[in-house]
């Protein structure tokens, strides 16, 4: 059974930096892209980062574009995503994603995690 974990959330104060891993097993996810998505209460689930399976190709939404890096070792079947210049703004729940390609919206996509919260105080 495919399955994707995520770790590394937690508290940062609005300025700092954390970094979130998702970590899959019961498959090789190394043929997929992988990408990260945020919700928060309320609202829909929104793309942040994705990359390819190479790893040769990132994609990032505007709002985090500059602050945020993703990055993937497909030998440990690993993704992370590098959060630099905090805000709080980005309070959310991050979930980790994998589909042969992922895109925008959160609707295609075929494989999710079970979400790590982040939360940065002012």
């Known amino acids: 059974q495919a399955q994707l974990v995520e770790s590394g959330g937690g508290l940062v104060q609005a300025g700092g930096s954390l970094r979130v891993s998702c970590t899959a097993s019961?498959?090789?996810?190394?043929?997929?892209?992988m990408g990260w998505f945020r919700q928060t209460p309320g609202k829909e689930r929104e793309f942040v980062a994705a990359?390819?399976?190479?790893?040769?190709?990132?994609y990032y939404a505007d709002s985090v574009k500059g602050r945020f890096t993703i990055s993937r070792d497909n030998a440990e079947n690993t993704v992370y995503l590098e959060m630099n210049s905090l805000t709080p703004e980005d309070t959310a729940v991050y979930y980790c994603a994998a589909d042969r390609t992922i895109t925008t919206n959160w609707r295609n996509i075929g494989y999710w995690g079970q979400g790590t919260q982040v939360t940065v105080s002012s």
């Open positions: 019961g498959r090789t996810f190394s043929t997929y892209g």
């Open positions: 990359i390819s399976w190479t790893g040769g190709t990132t």
